[in-house]
């Protein structure tokens, strides 16, 4: 976290593990992404994912998701395969339909705004008051709102 702007800013590290702000949290729950299917393309060149929290930089062969409300965000190249599967007849890492695959996130549901600086150094997202910080166990954060956490994962501690 930081004090550098006027709402308080959290920071990818881009190193596997979790975040001790996080995971130090008294709020912190533990989650677990619940299996669901959504389109992917892989970019071939630098682009821009508007999000519904902001504006991501997205790098040749990153994955561009769109979600099962219409949301869109972006998934490294390198980190797409841990979390997706393709659903028959896509081919692994075509454009096509995905699964999600259920992995463990922490999470903590945020009482102000925030921001959150992605691994890329530049992408920020911003938070209000009831999204969730989430903390996806691999250096990357995350924002997510409370409707698309409630459809998306499953509170499991």
């Given at each position: 976290m930081s004090s550098e702007s006027s709402v308080p800013l959290y920071r990818s590290s881009g190193q596997p593990g979790y975040s001790s702000l996080i995971s130090n949290d008294p709020r912190r729950v533990w989650a677990r992404k619940l299996v669901r299917e959504i389109e992917a393309r892989f970019?071939?060149?630098?682009?821009?994912?508007?999000?519904?929290?902001?504006?991501?930089?997205?790098?040749?062969?990153?994955?561009?998701?769109?979600?099962?409300?219409?949301?869109?965000?972006?998934?490294?190249r390198e980190r797409f395969a841990e979390k997706y599967r393709p659903v028959p007849p896509t081919i692994a890492g075509e454009s096509g339909r995905y699964a999600s695959l259920p992995y463990r996130i922490m999470a903590v549901p945020m009482t102000e705004a925030f921001e959150v600086l992605l691994a890329d150094g530049v992408s920020r997202l911003r938070g209000s008051a009831g999204d969730w910080l989430v903390d996806y166990g691999d250096g990357s954060l995350g924002v997510v709102s409370p409707p698309i956490f409630a459809t998306t994962y499953e509170i499991i501690g």
């Open positions: 970019t071939p060149v630098p682009c821009t994912v508007q999000s519904r929290e902001g504006v991501v930089h997205a790098r040749p062969g990153d994955a561009i998701l769109t979600g099962v409300s219409g949301e869109h965000w972006r998934v490294s």
